[in-house]
């Protein structure tokens, strides 16, 4: 274990790459963590706040040192602006989980209503058979609400990738400006 600056402790990283969204690009990221043998344990890609930039923001749990690499990696694609890495401490993020659940029990298990109301979701949808909540928060946060939720039976759960900005201001901005007005 290094004394100094903790490269070789394992902990979550969130790397966000801003790039042209080509074909074959997620697959060659990707190749990037699954040659080091690093899961990728949440992935996101959406616009950015630039017009033809998409942003990946991707989430793993590794030393700093690999990350850093692997950042180095990913900033070598042609279609790759800049890449960074940030730990928990420096972004603000979220995630967002839909559960479907038989309707008798939203009537007929008290507790539903309560978790409902202690976790802060919605109720998105209510039909004859089921009704869907939405949940947005940290991930302990929903798998909490998932915890709870699953000895009444989910019928179907999906969670979203990470979403994260950054706390400090991000030299990407006047990057993506330039590269904007080089279009």
């Known amino acids: 274990m290094d004394k100094g600056g903790g490269l070789m402790k394992k902990q979550w990283f969130t790397i966000s790459v801003y790039a042209e969204n080509n074909v074959g ?74 559960f479907k659940i038989a309707s008798h029990l939203l009537f007929d298990e008290r507790q539903i209503q309560n978790i409902i109301k202690e976790s802060n979701s919605q109720i998105v949808t209510v039909s004859r058979d089921f009704f869907v909540l939405a949940k947005t928060g940290r991930r302990h946060e929903i798998d909490e609400m998932h915890d709870a939720l699953e000895p009444y039976g989910i019928m179907q759960f999906v969670r979203s990738g990470r979403l994260a900005v950054s706390k400090v201001e991000m030299p990407i901005s006047t990057m993506l400006n330039n590269f904007q007005l080089d279009k």
């Open 25 to 98: 690009l997620l697959n060659r990221i990707s190749g990037i963590f699954l040659k080091r043998h690093i899961n990728i344990e949440s992935l996101n890609v959406s616009k950015s706040e630039i017009e033809h930039v998409s942003k990946f923001t991707i989430v793993v749990n590794t030393t700093e040192d690999w990350t850093r690499k692997i950042v180095q990696q990913i900033e070598k694609q042609v279609e790759v602006i800049k890449a960074f890495y940030h730990d928990d401490d420096e972004i603000i993020y979220q995630e967002s989980a839909l």
